[in-house]
């Protein structure tokens, strides 16, 4: 049978999401002749567009349903509606990612094993290994087409990249390139070379750095087995009275209430909107939402350990000149406690258009303190901190009943606080940060406190046992067969590495057992 | 712009002799506010132009880029000038007023060192009225396309083919 499909086909695989891991997930299973229905709660746009305008974008794509905050985190006073700055569209975040497409280190699957017991964290080794990841890794840097694997050239470095790179050398930093990206520097797989055109925040529009957008999500369609429902927003997921899931109702673009029945259902919602799709369904059967025996669905929110550096200098940068990441610094990533915190950190460039600089350099500070910063935008360089840190049980996304979406079902509060070890953590990666535009004889830097959330992880994490979380080392959820998680809340442990590439590749691996158990007759 | 155009008609001089100077560089005459320095007069609506004139030298205060003129920061507040807005601008330029008349000055916008208007704004700072200005300045001044070009931002550059050939790796001083 052929897309699209009927709401009562109960033979389709039911995906929640488009994103790194719905849209991969979706494509992959479509390759391999499964029927897939891929609800996506947001609208379809492509390279053609999007709008290269930091607030204009940010109003077109962004997830700005409400959601609520609370914890020490300084996002819950900043942008106390606005915990993430994620996607809702057709291909999910893939449409605003900077492309940083780096594997995990080896000891990063081993966190509890490595770190020993950290006082309040609660951490837990991945159920799987380096070994086991190689080649799901390669086929994603095959996917995506990041740079430096496989034979494909490094991008050139931007005036931002040169400046980072210069300070990095004078500190003695070896590891630092421009990056292993998800951003063409050759024509690559009917996708163009990068113009360095900026605004990889807000949509390529030259389709130079990868998205599910355009590239899975229509491969998929293309073979006839994959349905993409847009303006699709998924209220609940139904079982049987075996605990077998059986379909999903959702509110479609007109708001009327649909359901679809499955054989399969995959959550692929990012960390907020899988664990409260969990939450909401819950049951008289499942009281405390699906696939939470273990009581750890929503629990563990990592988030990274991020904060930015800028820096002024005396002649000018021009830094929104090229791609919006243009390089990394490694050298840091490594494990080591005598830094003083277990775990590693990456730095990596970053640019903020004048507006969005306005927003996030100091959130709420005014005067000449703050003014004279952005005075000397034309002249300032920056880079981002990509950290692990701490899964923490009370670091969680809970359902708030006394707030209500616009279909009337309660909406997340996300709770965070640092650990400890994040803390110094990033106090180490700002003096580090500091250092390398010193070094090359900056003015006056920023330490510049964490946006909101872009990677959002671990809220449905993966584990050996049962008991300690939400889904084995499938994505397949240790209490209901056929249900599955696809995205980043599946992660055990969040290593410093930017996330995409990771998810891409489970993605991939769970399209993998997915098509195979399913050929066995075992699910 | 229409904050280019003289109200009503009247020239420039015209209005200078109708209104009544504030503060250092405004001139406030019935229903229009009118910059001597700059050489260019808003209508108020629904404010008053004093509480008007305040209002722009606050956002100046709040965010003070030395090189941008005025009349962005009126065209960032201009949005405040609506019936619906009008009632709380104006008891928030009172309280701001009070403030500064307790602090021995006889109205913020006749307060002439920056340093004592901050204090007058610090003493705000925590309200509602203040945060609701700065908040607006946030997209209201920085997100205006004609300001980008005093802090040397470009944009968007697609339509130019990005900078693949236009310099993003033109640094020559490392």
Redesign the interface.
């Known amino acids: 049978m052929a897309a699209p499909f009927d709401l009562n086909d109960d033979s389709v695989v039911v995906i929640i999401g488009t994103g790194a891991g719905g849209g991969v997930l979706a494509n992959e299973l479509a390759q391999k002749g499964v029927s897939v229905v891929a609800l996506e709660a947001g609208g379809r746009y492509l390279p053609e567009d999007y709008i ?4 204009e974008s940010f109003g077109q794509l962004a997830w700005l349903d409400p959601r609520t905050t609370s914890g020490d985190w300084r996002v819950a006073k900043d942008f106390s509606g606005l915990p993430a700055w994620i996607v809702k569209a057709v291909g999910g975040t893939t449409v605003h990612w900077a492309g940083a497409s780096i594997r995990f280190q080896e000891h990063e699957w081993k966190a509890k094993t490595t770190y020993g017991d950290v006082a309040g964290a609660n951490l837990l080794d991945w159920p799987i290994d380096a070994a086991e990841m190689a080649p799901w890794y390669e086929k994603a840097e095959t996917k995506l087409g990041v740079t430096r694997t496989g034979g494909r050239a490094g991008l ?4 931002n990249y ?2 980072f790179e ?1 300070g990095a050398r004078a500190l003695g930093y070896k590891e630092v390139h421009t990056g292993r990206m998800a951003i063409n520097s050759a024509d690559y797989d009917d996708r163009m070379a ?6 990889c925040f807000q949509g390529c ?2 389709g130079a750095k990868w998205s599910a957008a355009y590239t899975d999500i229509p491969r998929g369609e293309a073979t006839g087995n994959l349905e993409v429902r847009e303006r699709a927003h998924v209220a609940r997921i139904l079982h049987d009275a075996s605990g077998k899931v059986t379909g999903v109702e959702y509110f479609d673009k007109d708001g009327t209430l649909q359901m679809q029945k499955a054989r399969i259902v995959c959550v692929a919602g990012n960390s907020f909107e899988s664990p409260r799709l969990l939450l909401n369904s819950a049951s008289s059967m499942f009281p405390d939402g699906l696939a939470n025996s273990s009581g750890q669905v929503g629990r563990n929110y990592m988030r990274h350990t991020t904060g930015s550096v800028y820096a002024v200098f005396d ?4 830094m ?3 791609t919006t990441m243009a390089g990394i610094v490694q050298d840091e990533a490594r494990h080591d406690p005598s830094r003083g915190f277990v775990g590693g950190y990456e730095l990596e460039t970053l640019s903020l ?3 969005f ?3 996030f350099l100091d959130p ?1 500070a ?3 303190e ?2 004279s910063a ?2 000397g ?2 002249n300032m360089a920056g880079m981002w901190i990509v950290g692990e840190d701490m899964p923490q049980e009370t670091n969680r996304v809970t359902l708030n009943h006394e707030v209500k979406d616009q279909y009337g079902l309660p909406v997340v509060d996300v709770h965070f606080d640092d650990h400890p070890n994040d803390v110094a953590m990033r106090n180490h990666a700002y003096r580090q940060g500091v250092a390398i535009y010193e070094a ?1 004889g900056a003015t006056r830097t920023f330490p510049t406190p964490p946006y909101p959330s872009t990677h959002n992880l671990g809220t449905n994490r993966m584990s050996e046992n049962p008991r300690d979380g939400v889904v084995n080392k499938w994505g397949q959820a240790h209490d209901i067969a056929n249900l599955f998680v696809s995205d980043g809340s599946q992660f055990t442990t969040g290593a410093a590495e930017n996330p995409t590439l990771t998810i891409v590749a489970l993605a991939i691996r769970q399209a993998d057992h997915i098509a195979r158990e399913m050929g066995k007759g075992a699910l | 712009m229409s904050q280019h155009q003289s109200p009503r008609g009247l020239t420039r001089r015209e209005l200078l002799k109708s209104g009544v100077a504030a503060g250092a560089a405004f001139v406030v005459g019935s229903g229009f506010v009118l910059h001597s320095r700059e050489a260019w007069a808003m209508e108020t609506k629904a404010l008053a132009p004093a509480t008007m004139a305040t209002l722009i030298q606050m956002a100046r205060d709040i965010y003070p880029h030395d090189r941008v003129p005025d009349q962005y920061y009126a065209i960032a507040v201009k949005g405040y000038d609506t019936s619906e807005a009008a009632p709380a601008i104006e008891a928030g330029v009172a309280a701001l007023d009070a403030a500064a008349q307790g602090m021995g000055h006889a109205s913020y916008l006749a307060t002439p060192w920056e340093r004592d208007r901050v204090d007058i704004l610090r003493s705000m700072e925590g309200g509602p009225f203040f945060q609701t200005i700065r908040g607006g300045l946030v997209t209201g001044l920085y997100n205006n396309k004609e300001v980008w070009p005093i802090f040397g931002y470009e944009g968007e550059s697609y339509s130019e083919g990005g900078y693949i050939n236009r310099g993003f790796d033109d640094i020559s001083w490392l």
């Open positions: 290269n305008d930091e607030w050139p470095g931007s005036n040169k400046v210069a990068c113009q360095q055109t900026g605004f529009k030259w002649k000018p940068v021009r929104w000149r090229g258009g004048l507006p600089m306005a927003a709420g005014w005067g000449r703050f003014t952005l005075d935008y034309e090359v």
